[in-house]
């Protein structure tokens, strides 16, 4: 027999082991207060935590839920060959559902802009996914510590029939009593890692050696500079003004979302310690090199009331 | 390009230590903007440098815009203050969670309004914190504001509170002011049973003794530890670990027939194979087996512990049953004293039915006595008839099957539930249990050798009750009558309950506020059930306007006894019969509280049967009940 790992010393748990505890503790809840829940798995290193943790937390048993990918055509290559994967290496259940409609009017964040394409391509394409389940329950990888409008969402976050989010009508969450009693086709959208860091995530990571995409890591990688950001040319979707020639330079990625949208950071980071080291030393926020958070203020807010996640 | 640098490796294994060890403590923050309250988190992120460049940036922008700390200054209080509401008004509307480290520990902060009218949302925060940071500003000292706090913290079952004394500076570093405001707070806290209370002078804005020692001229005398050294250095008093082992149950785990295990947090105390448990509330005792995780199986575990119990007997556990230590199991109950907050806009009302959450068990309802409400401001005990948003009561709380439970006191996960609305799914406020009442331990059913089903058979009926609701003068007790008369006729056993002879008697204490309303159609319900059981076949005509009710006494009933009849005329067809004088004084506002004028009537959605009132004539109507119930058998 063994004790859990990283236990310092006996009867005192490490603020690991008992965020680790409080997120098993939430998707027991969901698997048994729903009818029929789904996880969200967006490919990223607080998805890769999150299915880690459902792989625990029903052990010897499997998580008895489906998992679902939202995928706007737009993701990093490497992210999805990650994604196939690791569904393949676990045998589990993967839904991958893409917005057709958006495909056949071709909307896209280049032709588009950020706003419309996260619109079509990510919120209403979640939105059907979940209609078309009948999906009661779904969790998601946000954590409270990211963005200032999350820093006051419940851990359980009910949804209205329209997927509605009202800040203002939130039910009050007390000790570890979650309540999801919902009526037919209202919904929660549930976030075990609420309380959760961006420190935490890595150094979870590092504890129990979960693979992460390797975009993480720095490595050279051919990129172009726009309005500020580091944009990876990830296929010949990416328009090249004349002239313009991608560059070879050593970077990473702190988030991953749609690659025209998502900015690199210059860095020589190559393996997870590496990454925690940096990370402990960086001066900018994760979000910094999302172009949806920019829209606005308020934006993530307004956001999250038509839906998103 | 150049070669790859690595950032330096070798100090990192002692880095990823230092995190590891570090400890969590989960901090509520309370107070007004006035206070200074957003003021004092922002300065305590910004100081712990847990702010980005591009969050400063941010806010400096936000600043600008929002800001009232005045040009060129940043104003933490936008940093803090998320929905785009609370920046537009300048006011925190709800519970904000933020994180921060330092060399020693991590901290999650719970940010929550002060204002009376979010009592709920401080209690919320309240809910999972080890310890509460009042804010008071030194220029107004201890106000009713302040008092409320403190008594919300004792309330909530916080061991440990710090009266932060802000915009020190203002006062110029006044000792003999900071001292009477001490004072005052420590004697408040002392009545409140609230012992470990520290005082700290400080100023948010500039920083002073929050997270350095104040050089400022007159604050020479202030020598103890800044916020963040007390906040760091703070042992918890109660560690649940130290208590019995206690283990609600979640998720039965049965992926096979070779394995069947109990999924659950362990809440109290301490657990190791070979421990003798009890399965609570059926009391079945047994031993654990194994403690499994996907780790490997534990020696032992302890509270703050998700883990899996496989039992060494063949014991019938389900999710919402509690693991317990055999020789110091749970009290078990289904009569509970406990303090209720109510959080929802619509009132408590006894007599009605919620649903109550327990840990993962989720039983029916009602508050059965209200004892008194208590005062925020002062715990002073008051009259009350029902709770309303906010308000703190002592209630009985009646369930409808006995659960396993600690005292709040005793164990904050086994003694804290919320209360959960049946029809809108919100939950509408929260409780800490004090004790079991002993009258559901020594009141038992007495077996009786004649049932129901014989009492009936002696009769050659079936037994039910025809429920007829409908708004004062819509037909109800006319068409009752006719009703009885017929069945009479036929050689039934009958019994017509009508709302005005009820209430000459058995309710004659009852007035028509909503919460009288509930106890008539309680006790209603209840005499209802004792007819059939009597074999009779009841009439029950009142106007019980409250669905909610209608349905819990359709729940003392088996299912297809009680027959709902929605005796139905418009409002304005009643008023002009008007048979009793009723709606002409209601009118005149003689009779406030009087249905369909003063007081809602919520119509059935399904009723087993729906009479047109207006269009027919009280003969038709019988009619139709008679016919219902030879179509459903029961004549």
Redesign the interface.
């Known amino acids: 027999m063994a004790t859990a790992p990283g236990r310092p010393a006996p009867f005192a748990l490490t603020h690991l082991q008992r965020l680790e505890a409080e997120s098993i503790h939430i998707m027991r809840e969901v698997a048994a207060q729903f009818r029929k829940p789904v996880m969200l798995y967006s490919i990223g290193k607080d998805s890769s935590v999150m299915l880690h943790l459902a792989m625990k937390a029903f052990y010897p048993g499997r998580p008895p839920f489906p998992f679902l990918h939202v995928d706007t055509t737009w993701k990093f290559r490497e992210m999805i060959a990650f994604r196939d994967q690791r569904m393949r290496e676990l045998g589990l259940d993967l839904i991958v559902h893409i917005n057709r409609d958006g495909v056949r009017q071709g909307i896209g964040p280049i032709t588009h802009g950020s706003a419309v394409h996260t619109d079509v391509m990510k919120t209403q394409a979640l939105k059907q996914a979940l209609d078309q389940h009948g999906f009661d329950a779904a969790f998601g990888g946000a954590r409270r510590d990211e963005e200032k409008s999350r820093a006051k969402e419940r851990i359980f976050s009910f949804r209205t029939r329209t997927h509605r989010w009202d800040p203002r009508a939130q039910r009050p969450e007390l000790w570890r009593l979650y309540n999801g009693r919902v009526a037919p086709g209202e919904s929660i959208r549930v976030f075990p890692l609420s309380n959760w860091t961006e420190l935490d995530i890595w150094l979870y990571i590092h504890q129990e050696n979960i693979p992460v995409v390797p975009l993480y890591f720095a490595r050279p990688r051919p990129v172009v500079e726009r309005d500020g950001a580091l944009i990876l040319v990830d296929d010949e979707r990416l328009p090249l003004a004349p002239g313009e020639v991608p560059q070879e330079r050593w970077v990473r990625f702190r988030t991953l979302g749609c690659y025209p949208l998502t900015g690199a950071i210059e860095s020589h980071a190559t393996t997870v310690p590496e990454v925690i080291h940096e990370m402990l030393l960086a001066r900018t926020s994760e979000r910094q090199g999302r172009v949806i958070d920019r829209d606005g203020g308020a934006s993530m807010e307004a956001k999250k009331q038509e839906g998103y996640f | 390009?150049s070669a790859?640098?690595?950032?330096?490796?070798a100090p990192?294994t002692e880095?990823?230590g230092a995190?590891?060890?570090?400890?969590?403590l989960r901090v509520l923050t309370c107070g007004s903007v006035d206070d200074g309250k957003s003021t004092l988190i922002g300065r305590l992120l910004y100081d712990c440098q847990v702010l980005?460049?591009?969050?400063v940036l941010?806010l400096e922008?936000?600043s600008a815009r929002f800001g009232t700390t005045g040009p060129g200054a940043l104003d933490f209080a936008l940093?803090v203050d998320?929905?785009?509401?609370e920046?537009e008004q300048g006011i925190t509307?709800?519970?904000?969670?933020?994180?921060f480290?330092t060399g020693r520990r991590?901290f999650?902060v719970a940010d929550t309004p002060g204002h009376e009218q979010y009592t709920?949302?401080m209690?919320?925060g309240a809910?999972?914190a080890d310890v509460a940071v009042l804010l008071v500003d030194a220029r107004h000292g201890l106000l009713t504001q302040t008092r409320r706090h403190l008594v919300l913290v004792s309330l909530m079952g916080l061991r440990h509170a710090v009266i932060a004394v802000n915009k020190m500076d203002l006062i110029g570093w006044d000792q003999a002011r900071f001292d009477a405001i001490a004072a005052e707070a420590r004697a408040f806290a002392g009545r409140l049973g609230l012992h470990d209370l520290t005082c700290l002078p400080l100023s948010a804005l500039t920083g002073a003794n929050v997270t350095r020692a104040p050089d400022e001229p007159g604050a020479a005398w202030v020598t103890g530890p800044t916020l963040l050294g007390h906040l760091e250095s703070l042992t918890p008093a109660d560690d649940p670990?130290n208590g019995p082992f206690r283990f609600p149950v979640?998720?039965v785990?049965?992926?096979n027939a070779d394995?069947r295990?109990f999924?659950?947090?362990i809440?109290g105390g301490?657990v190791a194979p070979g421990d003798a448990v009890i399965v609570q509330p059926s009391g079945r005792t047994t031993r654990v087996a194994r403690i499994?995780?996907?780790?490997?199986?534990?020696?032992?575990a302890?509270a703050?512990?998700?883990v899996?119990l496989v039992l060494a007997d063949e014991v019938d556990v389900a999710?919402g049953d509690v693991i317990a230590t055999a020789s110091d199991p749970c009290p078990v109950s289904d009569q509970l004293a406990a303090r209720l907050v109510w959080?929802d806009e619509a009132p408590l009302l006894p007599g009605r039915g919620y649903?109550l959450?327990a840990?993962?068990a989720l039983v029916g309802m009602q508050v059965s006595t209200l004892k008194h409400r208590l005062d925020v401001n002062t715990l002073e005990p008051l009259a009350a008839r029902d709770l309303g948003l906010n308000d703190v009561g002592s209630c009985t709380l009646a369930l409808d099957r006995p659960i396993a439970f600690d005292p709040y006191a005793h164990n904050?996960?086994m003694g804290?539930?919320?209360v959960?609305d049946r029809q809108t799914?919100?939950?509408v406020g929260?409780g800490m249990i004090d004790f079991g009442l002993r009258r559901a331990d020594n009141v038992h059913w007495q077996p009786t050798r004649i049932d129901r089903a014989q009492r009936a058979t002696a009769k050659g009926q079936h037994p039910c009750v025809l429920w007829f609701t409908g708004l004062s003068g819509a037909g109800k007790s006319t068409v009752a009558d006719l009703v009885e008369q017929r069945l009479h006729a036929q050689g039934r056993h009958t019994m017509l309950l009508d709302g005005d002879n009820v209430r000459h008697g058995l309710n004659r204490d009852l007035g028509f506020t909503d919460a009288d309303r509930v106890e008539n159609i309680r006790r209603v319900g209840e005499v209802a059930k004792l007819m059939v059981e009597a074999g009779l076949i009841t009439l029950v005509s009142f106007i019980s306007p409250f669905r909610s009710e209608r349905r819990l006494a359709r729940g003392l009933l088996e299912p297809g006894q009680f027959l709902e009849i929605f005796v139905d005329a418009p409002l304005a067809v009643c008023e002009s019969r008007d048979p009793k004088g009723l709606y002409r004084k209601a009118r005149a506002g003689q009779i406030p509280n009087f249905t369909g004028i003063g007081s809602p009537y919520e119509p059935p959605e399904s009723p087993d049967l729906h009479l047109d009132a207006a269009a027919h004539p009280p003969e038709a109507l019988a009619d139709a009940v008679v016919a219902l119930l030879r179509e459903r058998g029961l004549i």
Not at chain 2, 4 to 9: E, I, K, T
Not at chain 2, 52 to 55: A, E, I, L, S, T
């Open positions: 390009m790859p640098v690595a950032p330096a490796a990192l880095l990823l995190h590891e060890a570090k400890s969590l980005f460049d591009d969050q941010g922008n936000d940093l998320g929905l785009a509401a920046r509307i709800d519970v904000a969670y933020r994180f480290t991590k999650i709920r949302n209690v919320t809910s999972t670990a979640q998720w785990n049965r992926p394995f295990g999924s659950g947090l809440v301490q499994v995780t996907a780790d490997g199986d534990l020696e032992q302890e703050g512990q998700s899996t999710r959080m649903w959450r840990g993962p904050r996960d804290g539930v919320i959960i799914n919100q939950t929260c």
